[in-house]
């Protein structure tokens, strides 16, 4: 049931200042390219901002999401049923205090290319692009300095995501993840979410104390404790 972020992109096309010398971007009026989506991929350094309002899961990736087959990721969960996000209002806006980073790149992405190589790509099929009006994409053949904007964030999440994975290896190296089943009663209609893992809260007191101090130094112990108080929420969603 996890809605990956490439679900949010009908088509990636790679930017060039030839191709789109004249290109122009005017900010979405809403968010409906992500009405349907029901988690979206969480980098660890939002978990603390996060954990507010979503519940915090992990689960492996497929070959649709950023990270490689069967690499476990982390997700915001956004709805637990077939009604869609639950974040996005009537009229399109966003209804939580945090919006993931996944949700704010679109419609930019870094694209891989052959040898190990990214570009900055585009989905033109998400309304925003023309030749009239909005920021400029490329100014004397160079990036604008909106552009240029939209790649520093895109580098960020980039950074930030394989920051994720590695902090998820050493989850997982501890054995600190565990298998979880979501259990949802609407209304007498019954169903279970399975797949998922959270952090397991006995294992965690148990790591010595030379390696817990470690992690609350580097930020992963606030990471998992995060991810903990985010479960809070589940309540809410279903």
Known sequence: MLFYNKVFYNKVEVLSPETHADLRFDPLPDLGFARG?????????????????????FARGTSESDGADGEVMAHALLSLGSDGNRFIGDNGQWTAPYMPAYIRRYPFVLANLPEDRFAVAFDPECGGFGTEKGDRLYE???????????INFLRKVHHGHHRTLEAIRIMQSEELLRPID?????????????????????????????KAGEWVANGLMLTMYAQLISMKNLETLV
């Open 37 to 57: 989506a029901t988690s979206v991929p969480l980098l660890a350094e939002e978990f603390a901002a996060a954990c507010v309002r979503f519940p915090i899961v």
């Open 140 to 150: 004397d053949g160079k990036p604008s300095a909106f552009l240029d904007k939209e």
């Open 182 to 210: 979501i259990n949802i009663d609407r209304a007498g209609n019954r169903s279970t979410v399975r797949n998922l893992m959270a952090i397991d809260e006995e294992k965690l007191r148990q790591i010595p104390a030379d």
